[in-house]
């Protein structure tokens, strides 16, 4: 699962010209949902992105607080094209996305564990599957992409051979850190 999430001061979703979400200060979080994805990964994704500190403590240190320690409000809007390859020619691929009726039933199992992890009523959604007019006023800016399964895609730095040793290789770790120096270059 792919994730971007953006610290907001407010966020709001409108289909056909009416707002059918909205949230003040909090998250803004887009969802992607791939074709191998799990329950695994959706523990792995709620639980990170509710105990991600992006927010200041109330001494106004950075980096201190979830959006949960501070009561704010997620919304949440389910958006397939984060899966997208885009190597090839100039039309994505989609190919890695799941088909709509999985996805969906995926993404509302996503909710309901994000409803039980924190306040329900401070969780919030699109409608899956809609034209969406999303709108939001991002604080920083601060934004961030969780991928619950990113380093199994990345290709080792040397092309091949001895794969680097990264803490998070496996799906059940959203932080990665390098044992080993990257190359130059770094990783894409």
Not at 42 to 59: G, P, T, W
Not at 133 to 162: A, C, H, M, W
Request: hydrophobic share 35%.
């Amino acid at each position: 699962m792919r994730a971007v999430v953006q610290r907001v001061a407010s966020a709001s979703v409108t289909v056909d010209g009416k707002v059918i979400s909205s949230i003040s200060r909090g998250l803004m979080v887009l969802v992607g949902i791939g074709t191998d994805d799990t329950p695994t990964d959706i523990d792995i994704l709620s639980n990170k992105i509710l105990s991600l500190r992006v927010f200041s403590d109330a001494s106004g240190a950075m980096w201190k607080t979830s959006v949960k320690d501070m009561a704010g409000e997620v919304l949440c809007v389910s958006q397939f094209t984060l899966l997208a390859n885009t190597t090839k020619g100039n039309k994505p691929d989609f190919h890695r996305a799941m088909s709509a009726e999985s996805s969906r039933q995926l993404y509302n199992v996503f909710l309901d564990k994000m409803k039980r992890l924190y306040v329900p009523d401070r969780i919030k959604d699109g409608q899956f599957g809609a034209m969406m007019d999303v709108s939001l006023t991002n604080e920083g800016p601060i934004t961030f992409t969780l991928d619950t399964r990113k380093f199994e895609y990345v290709t080792p730095p040397n092309g091949g051979g001895e794969k680097k040793k990264v803490k998070g290789d496996s799906p059940g770790s959203a932080e990665p850190t390098q044992s080993t120096p990257a190359s130059p270059g770094g990783e894409s």
